[in-house]
């Protein structure tokens, strides 16, 4: 079985296409890495050439989820679909032997060959969509969040069995090598036991990338129907890694706030988020917005922390998706001494890559946890509505597993 530490190595090598990438993807990746969930069998036949992929939604987040397809032998980017053309003219630059469509109805029927399709949709349309996707035998790669609401979500898990297909729920968090180095350090007991651990999100006014308006619009929507860009976009990947990191949880309490920044334009912060896993170890996430404060940044504006304390030290993430502070990535105190790592991949859009990379290896091999699952996935989603359900009822503990 690959050990954590084998996954560690992955980061930030990958040779160019050739029999020896091959061959190198073949020896560094051979088994089952050990996690939450243990190894996931499949039905399906693993494949034993490059897997036809389809790239649904050409979006903002293209720009990074198409990393992890750049010369890599495992995939053939065969299709490219959105209904905007603009987008397809754009992403066709990329892949130009590649067929695109205006929407996956009309990929299907053309009688294209697809094995997987790279979902990156707006939320309000992953649910019908990856159902549609899955019908047609596709496997899937999806965008987080999974969906809005548990009966969405079951409805994607019974596609998916229903056409014994594969639903995996990407989160590039889960490949950022500084995080890696995080949950490695508090498994090592280098700072003793973990006694607890704080997750700090600052979304910033200025800095970073474009993001189209477009790109915002269902944002708004998202927040009319109580699933805020803060707590419930954002704050997927948070949750995710606090499950990663910890294991399930059994109570979750929240006071969730309200900015309006425009009309219909509602940001909710201040937030804080606490809750308790099964194993007793206690987690707060605090969420705010600086609305003028620079953040240098060559993604999203997000200043990011974790900290984890243990009985005789702590180790922390110091920044994530923006370059807040610039010292190593990850720093441990233990002992009376401090020590920092310089040479992490610590570039987010290199999580994309890897977590891409390692979904699209997946499918030669069948092997270990998908990071993440449909049905862990769902453990995120019920995190994230529990939060809701404890905040709305002022602050009470909600029990995740109890929602319905
Ligand atoms: N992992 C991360 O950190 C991260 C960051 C940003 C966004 N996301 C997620 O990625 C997804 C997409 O976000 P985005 O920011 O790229 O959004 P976007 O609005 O920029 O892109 C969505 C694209 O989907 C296209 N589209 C709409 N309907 C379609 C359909 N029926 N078929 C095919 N394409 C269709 C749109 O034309 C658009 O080009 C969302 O789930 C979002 O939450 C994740």
Redesign the pocket.
């Known amino acids: 079985m690959t050990s954590y530490a084998d996954l560690d190595n992955y980061f930030g090598t990958y040779p160019s296409p050739s029999l020896s990438a091959l061959i190198w993807v073949l020896i560094r990746l051979p088994g089952p890495i050990t996690l939450l969930g243990g190894p996931t069998s499949v039905t399906f036949v693993p494949y034993d050439r490059p897997v036809r992929a389809a790239f ?7 720009d ?2 198409v990393r992890g397809y750049i010369d890599n032998p495992d995939v053939e980017v065969v299709a490219l ?4 053309e603009e ?1 397809r003219a754009q992403r066709q630059a990329d892949w130009p032997d590649a067929a695109t469509f ?3 109805a009309e990929l299907a029927a053309s009688g294209l060959e697809v094995d997987t399709a790279e ?5 309000v ?2 649910a019908d ?1 990856v159902a549609e996707l899955l019908d047609f035998g596709w496997h899937v790669n ?4 999974m969906c809005n609401s548990l009966a969405e979500a079951q409805r994607m898990l019974d596609a998916a069995t229903a056409n014994d297909r594969i639903l995996r729920v ?4 889960l490949f950022y090598e500084p995080l890696h180095r995080l949950k490695a350090v508090a498994e090592s007991g280098e700072i003793g036991g973990v006694v607890g651990y704080h997750m700090k999100m600052v979304g910033t006014g200025n800095g970073g990338w474009d ?2 308006w ?6 708004i929507d998202q927040m009319k129907r109580g699933r805020g860009i803060m707590v419930f ?2 704050g ?2 948070k949750l995710t890694t606090a499950i990663w990191l910890f294991g399930p949880i059994r109570e979750v309490r929240a006071w969730i706030g309200n900015l309006a920044v425009g009309p219909g334009i509602d940001l909710e912060t201040p937030a804080t988020l606490i809750w308790e896993h099964e194993n007793g170890i206690r987690g707060v996430w605090d969420v705010t917005i600086a609305m003028d404060m620079y953040l240098r940044s060559d ?2 504006t997000n200043d990011e922390r974790w900290e984890i304390t243990g009985s005789k030290g702590f180790a922390r993430v110091n920044r994530c ?1 923006g370059r807040g502070i610039q010292q190593p990535s990850v720093e441990i105190y233990a002992d009376g001494e401090m020590r920092g790592y310089h040479a992490l991949d610590d570039d ?1 859009g290199s999580s ?1 890559r890897d977590s891409g990379r390692y979904w699209l290896r997946w499918l030669h091999t069948g092997d270990g946890p998908l990071l993440w699952s449909g049905q862990e996935a769902v453990d995120v989603l019920r995190f994230a509505l529990a939060a809701y359900e404890s905040s709305a009822k002022g602050g009470i503990g909600v029990d995740p597993a109890l929602l319905t």
Not at 56 to 62: A, D, K, N, S, T
Not at 170 to 173: G, I, T
């Open positions: 649904v939604g050409l979006g903002r987040i293209y990074l989820n679909v959105d209904p905007n987008r205006a929407s996956a979902v990156l949709l707006p939320i349309l992953h969509g999806l965008q987080k969040p990407m989160d590039n968090y993001v189209p477009s790109s915002f619009e269902w944002q976009d954002d997927w990947h993604y999203y998706t987010w994309f």
